[in-house]
């Protein structure tokens, strides 16, 4: 096959042929005009020649003519005789040989200008006179030497020339008309315009031809480049483009599309090899060798995958497909063929390799036994996990194995059981379970595939199925759990009925209970207002009798007496104090007034107070009081807790013993600890310890009193302030109570105030 020529090369033809078509018509012209100018101007030349010619011999003739008739007159007078009359014959003797042709006529004419004879004979002008004919510028011895041209009445013009006689009388005059001097003349005219015109006719039947020709040629041309824009366009659409490979020039032809592909703007339509081996992929660079394959005749066939560098610096995948056919001579082979752009093709394979790669990883990590059988059952894929469950050798488990191959060299499970599923009937497949021989539970699901073909998955349920039994088991309990529990509801019933009532009868109590200590807290608050008030007329009273303001009271025992009424009076109002405080705690109507207050001066207050008791039990005081250590609390409040869980140290700690407060920061706010060497309490009481008036009895606290309200109460103020009061006991050894406070907002603390 051979390429067609490239755009610009056909233009070029199409041009020189367009131009060589017009300057042949050109030329053409030229010479028939060159023609036409020069017959015409040999056909003037020719008129002329014939005339001149033609008058000269006229001339020629009446002269010979003349003479004659001169001679013959002279000789009959030199003889004697009479000379001969001027007529017709003496005429027509004295004529030459061919005077008469070209239609000549001679007339001699006498001195009174008659005609006498003419010749030929039959001339109009025998009888005529002739300056009727000749006009008055004749007369009868008019001697012209040259033909004169006259133009008749008629229209007619003739040639005239005329001869005296000398000494005879008359003249001889020769006349031809212009039409017959002509007549030969126009014979050779027609005879060339014949010629002419079929030179004409030849020349304009080459011309047709020719243009014809050349109307096919460009129409030819037309279709040729009309094909050759399809050509392009199908190429350009179709992603291809087409080469001619000129072997012995290393000259390479590329369609207009092939420049497309590549993104280079179109120059010429040739490239050299080694244009189009820089572009190549360094991998894919050994084309000559097939080509030399080619050459050799080792293939038929140059068939290749390549990249080639587009503009824009990506590789293109392209595939060539050619062959070798003979050049413009035998040693010139072409390699022609036809370059597919196949990168869009390469990507989606390599999308759908991976894709692959993708599923058959993904089916081959998949808990299930997998495979896929085709429309001819032949096997399309399976994962190891069905090679392991049908034992099957490697070489049965390539793709396109028949279905009976495979089944014949797989060892198939010994089912021992087969449950069909429930809703396992599907019209493009089924679905199963069997058990097999060493226990386990499969479910097999088959489906038909969409192109005929069938999948199927094997799931390993033997877990499933062991939960179901278990499932079933414990429905089983369940159900007679169930009918016991019907069975005890029953008496559940008639019980709840039983505690419905209690629970109101303990509501009631509760409510009567609560307002019985509201009554009771009311009233305490009230009666230990109402007891201070004779309390301290009787403390300030045996104060008076103790100081004997008013004279001595004479009596050592009144002395006496006063001192135990003063001690008795003080601790009746130490106790009833206590009582106040808890009732108002207990009846919320405790005020509390929150600051920023050292904990450590709070202490050292407080130690003003229990100093000189400690000091008079012989109780050593250790104290351990960081700088600075601030909390938001009710100072009185806070006052009073240290006031009862020191004084209880100091009081349960025999002589000779120690207390230790440490106070510091926890993580949360601040901690103050009171540890003592004291006697301690047993384990068992320290839980009742913060309730009011509960006391630890044993023979050291009953000498010591107390109402059993110092805890509760400090217990109380501290779970005000959102803290913590713990306490913890050895007996023998010593106690140890712990208050936390925490960093709690002043709102907080105010609102559980
Ligand atoms: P009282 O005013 O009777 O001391 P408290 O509530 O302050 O009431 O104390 C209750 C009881 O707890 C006391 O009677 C005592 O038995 C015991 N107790 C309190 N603090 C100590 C302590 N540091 N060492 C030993 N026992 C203590």
């Given at each position: 096959m051979r390429l067609p020529s490239p755009l610009p090369e056909r233009w070029r033809i199409l041009i020189s042929e367009k131009a060589?078509?017009?300057?042949?018509?050109?030329?053409?012209?030229?010479?028939?005009?060159?023609?036409?100018?020069?017959?015409?101007?040999?056909?003037?030349?020719?008129?002329?020649?014939?005339?001149?010619?033609?008058?000269?011999?006229?001339?020629?003739?009446?002269?010979?003519?003349?003479?004659?008739?001169?001679?013959?007159?002279?000789?009959?007078?030199?003889?004697?005789?009479?000379?001969?009359?001027?007529?017709?014959?003496?005429?027509?003797?004295?004529l030459a040989a061919n005077a008469l042709d070209e239609d000549r006529v001679f007339a001699l004419v006498d001195n009174f200008g008659l005609v006498i004879a003419t010749a030929p004979a039959a001339s109009k002008l025998a009888g005529e006179r002739i300056t009727d004919v000749l006009g008055t510028t004749f007369t009868t011895d008019s001697n012209w030497q040259n033909m004169r041209l006259f133009t008749f009445t008629n229209g007619d013009s003739a040639f005239v020339s005329a001869r005296d006689l000398g000494n005879f009388p008359g003249s001889l005059i020769v006349m031809q008309k212009r039409s017959d001097l002509l007549a030969a003349w126009w014979t050779g005219v027609i005879r060339l315009a014949v010629l002419f015109v079929v030179t004409l006719l030849v020349l304009a039947m080459l011309a047709g031809a020719f243009h014809w020709q050349a109307a096919k040629a460009s129409e030819a041309?037309?279709?040729?480049?009309?094909?050759?824009?399809?050509?392009?366009?199908?190429?350009?659409?179709?992603?291809?483009?087409?080469?001619?490979?000129?072997?012995?020039?290393?000259?390479?032809?590329?369609?207009?599309?092939?420049?497309?592909?590549?993104?280079?703007?179109?120059?010429?339509?040739?490239?050299?090899?080694?244009?189009?081996?820089?572009?190549l992929h360094a991998e894919d660079s050994n084309i000559e060798g097939m080509v030399e394959e080619l050459l050799r005749g080792q293939r038929t066939v140059f068939n290749r995958e390549f990249r080639m560098r587009h503009a824009d610096g990506?590789?293109?995948?392209?595939?060539?497909?050619?062959?070798?056919?003979?050049?413009?001579?035998?040693?010139?082979?072409?390699?022609?063929?036809?370059?597919?752009?196949?990168?869009?093709?390469?990507?989606?394979?390599k999308l759908s390799h991976?894709?692959?790669?993708?599923?058959?990883?993904?089916?081959?990590?998949?808990?299930?036994?997998?495979?896929?059988?085709?429309?001819?059952?032949r096997l399309v894929m399976c994962n190891s996990k069905y090679q392991q469950f049908h034992s099957l050798p490697p070489a049965s488990c390539v793709p396109g194995t028949p279905y009976a191959v495979v089944t014949q060299s797989a060892k198939e499970p010994i089912v021992r059981q087969y449950v069909p599923t429930v809703g396992g009937e599907h019209p493009d497949g089924k679905s199963l379970e069997v058990q097999l021989g060493d226990g386990r539970w499969l479910q097999?699901?088959?489906?038909?595939?969409?192109?005929?073909?069938?999948?199927?998955?094997?799931?390993?349920?033997?877990?499933?199925?062991?939960?179901?039994?278990?499932?079933?088991?414990?429905?089983?309990?369940?159900?007679?759990?169930?009918?016991?529990?019907?069975?005890?509801?029953?008496?559940?019933?008639?019980?709840?009925?039983?505690l419905a009532e209690l629970a109101?009868?303990?509501?009631?109590?509760?409510?009567?209970?609560?307002?019985?200590?509201?009554?009771?807290?009311?009233?305490?608050?009230?009666?230990?207002?109402e007891l201070r008030t004779p309390l301290n007329a009787i403390i300030g009273f045996s104060e008076v009798m103790q100081e004997q303001m008013f004279g001595p009271l004479g009596s050592e025992k009144y002395m006496e007496y006063s001192h135990d009424i003063h001690r008795s009076g003080q601790f009746l109002l130490d106790v009833i104090n206590d009582i106040l405080d808890m009732s108002k705690i207990e009846a919320g109507r405790i005020e509390m007034e929150l600051t920023s207050l050292s904990l450590s001066s709070v202490i050292t207050d407080v130690m003003r107070l229990i100093g000189p008791r400690a000091a008079k039990?012989?109780?050593?005081?250790?104290?351990?009081?960081?700088?600075?250590?601030?909390?938001?609390?009710?100072?009185r409040a806070l006052k009073q807790v240290f006031i009862n869980l020191l004084s209880n140290a100091v009081k349960f700690t025999p002589e000779g013993g120690q207390v230790k407060i440490t106070v510091s920061k926890s993580r949360d706010g601040a901690k103050v600890v009171i540890a003592d060497t004291g006697i301690g309490i047993p384990g068992n009481d320290i839980e009742k310890l913060g309730r009011p008036f509960e006391q630890v009895e044993n023979q050291f606290t009953k000498s010591k009193g107390g109402s059993g309200l110092g805890l509760a109460i400090s217990k109380s103020l501290v779970d005000l302030h959102t803290g913590s009061l713990d306490i913890s006991s050895t007996v023998g050894i010593g106690t140890t109570v712990t208050v936390n406070f925490r960093n709690?907002?002043?709102s907080a603390i105010l609102k559980s105030a």
């Open positions: 060589l078509r017009r300057i042949i018509t050109g030329l053409t012209a030229v010479f028939l005009a060159t023609l036409c100018i020069s017959l015409f101007s040999q056909l003037l030349q020719s008129r002329y020649s014939h005339m001149t010619e033609q008058n000269r011999f006229s001339a020629l003739h009446v002269q010979l003519a003349a003479q004659n008739i001169i001679n013959s007159l002279a000789s009959d007078s030199a003889g004697g005789q009479t000379a001969r009359p001027l007529n017709g014959d003496l005429l027509t003797q004295s041309d037309a279709v040729l480049s009309i094909a050759t824009e399809r050509l392009d366009k199908a190429l350009d659409r179709s992603n291809c483009g087409m080469w001619d490979w000129n072997l012995a020039e290393g000259t390479i032809f590329w369609s207009k599309s092939m420049f497309e592909i590549l993104g280079m703007p179109p120059q010429g339509s040739f490239l050299s090899f080694g244009e189009v081996s820089a572009r990506n590789w293109i995948w392209l595939r060539a497909r050619a062959a070798l056919a003979p050049g413009d001579t035998a040693d010139t082979p072409h390699l022609i063929g036809i370059i597919f752009d196949i990168t869009a093709q390469k990507l989606t394979d991976d894709a692959e790669l993708r599923l058959k990883d993904a089916i081959e990590n998949i808990s299930e036994a997998f495979v896929l059988w085709d429309t001819e059952n097999i699901n088959e489906r038909r595939t969409r192109d005929g073909g069938f999948v199927s998955v094997g799931t390993d349920i033997t877990a499933l199925k062991k939960q179901e039994e278990r499932l079933l088991l414990s429905e089983r309990t369940l159900m007679m759990t169930v009918r016991d529990l019907q069975k005890e509801r029953l008496s559940a019933d008639q019980q709840s009925q039983r109101d009868k303990y509501a009631r109590e509760k409510t009567r209970a609560e307002s019985a200590n509201r009554s009771k807290s009311e009233f305490l608050a009230n009666m230990s207002h039990g012989k109780v050593d005081i250790v104290l351990d009081l960081p700088k600075a250590c601030d909390i938001v609390a009710d100072k709690a907002p002043e």
